[in-house]
Structures are given as structure tokens and as C-alpha cells.
């Protein structure tokens, strides 16, 4: 389980840059993409917190 939190955290560090660097470089396809991007974010955010209740509970 710990293993799965973890990866869960390194999967939302790479998510949160990507969204960002999508926007700015207009591969949304969008002109406001920006609702794309602030979902893509919360998706990670929300995968980071998931991954470190994992990791939190598989070590305690």
C-alpha cells in the first residue's frame, strides 16, 4: 500500500506541471482552455492528498 501512495504522489507532481505547461503552450486546442487546466490540477491535487492518506495509513 505504501508503494501505491507514493506512486500516487509522484503522479501528481508530473500532472500539475503538465497542466500548466499545456495551457501555455495552447495543446488544450482550446483559446480558454483554462477550465481544462484547473481540472487537470484538482485531479492532481486530489491525487497527491489520496496518496499520502495511503501512504500515511500503510505506515501507521
Given amino acids: ?7 500516487l504522489q509522484m503522479f501528481a507532481l508530473a ?3 503538465l497542466a500548466m505547461l499545456m ?3 495552447d495543446m488544450l486546442g482550446r483559446r480558454t482552455g483554462v477550465s481544462d487546466m484547473v481540472v487537470m490540477m484538482v485531479a492532481g491535487v ?5 496518496g499520502r492518506l495511503i501512504e500515511g495509513y500503510a505506515a501507521g
Fill in 1 to 7: 500500500m505504501r508503494s501505491l501512495g507514493k506512486a
Fill in 15 to 17: 500532472v500539475l506541471p
Fill in 46 to 50: 486530489a491525487a497527491f492528498l489520496l
Fill in 23 to 25: 495551457e501555455a503552450t
